[in-house]
Every structure is written in C-alpha cells, then in structure tokens.
C-alpha cells in the first residue's frame, strides 16, 4: 500500500457503533479499513454520477444542435394526446 496519512474524524456516536460492530463481527479489519471502502464507494460514486452527467449533457447538447425545428407547445400536446389515445387503445385489446 503507498504511504498513508492519518487523520481524524468525527462521526455520530450511532455511524462508529455501526463501525464498530462490523468490525466485531469480521467484516473489517480495522477501523481504518472500514473508513477506506467507505472513500471507495465514495469515489466509484462520484465517477458513476459525472459519468451519468456526461451523458446527459450529450444528449442536451445533441437536442440543441437538432436541425429539425423547434415544436410548438401544441405541437407536443397533439403529439402527447395521440400517443395516450394510442395507449388506451392498446390496454383495451389487452384486456380479456
């Protein structure tokens, strides 16, 4: 492992019982190797959420440069309107 630095932290007295018991019952090592999945997890979750921002920025951006013109808001409604009607449709000739 590369050099570590210790700190020191504050928790709840209920988040180190929790801890405290994960590491009584085998699950952890230490402390300190609890403490360290925890940043891991962090981490993976801060790259998942910029990943899944990235993605939504393309299609932003991809809906900004569509060349296609813009939809009135009665264009929507009429498109909206026509696929609940076509829903209905369907759930009808579903039902026994």
Do not use: C, F
Request: no cysteine.
């Amino acid at each position: 492992m590369p050099s570590a630095e210790k700190i020191s932290i504050t928790m709840t007295p209920e988040q180190l019982r929790v801890v405290r018991e994960s590491v009584a019952a085998g699950e952890y090592a230490s402390t300190s190797e609890v403490l360290r999945a925890a940043v891991r997890l962090w981490q993976r979750q801060r790259q998942e959420d910029a990943e899944r921002l990235d993605v939504i920025r393309a299609r932003i951006r991809r809906s900004l440069d569509d060349p296609r013109p813009d939809l009135t808001g009665e264009d929507v409604r009429a498109r909206l309107k026509a696929l609940h009607a076509a829903t209905v449709e369907a759930q009808r000739n579903e039902a026994p």
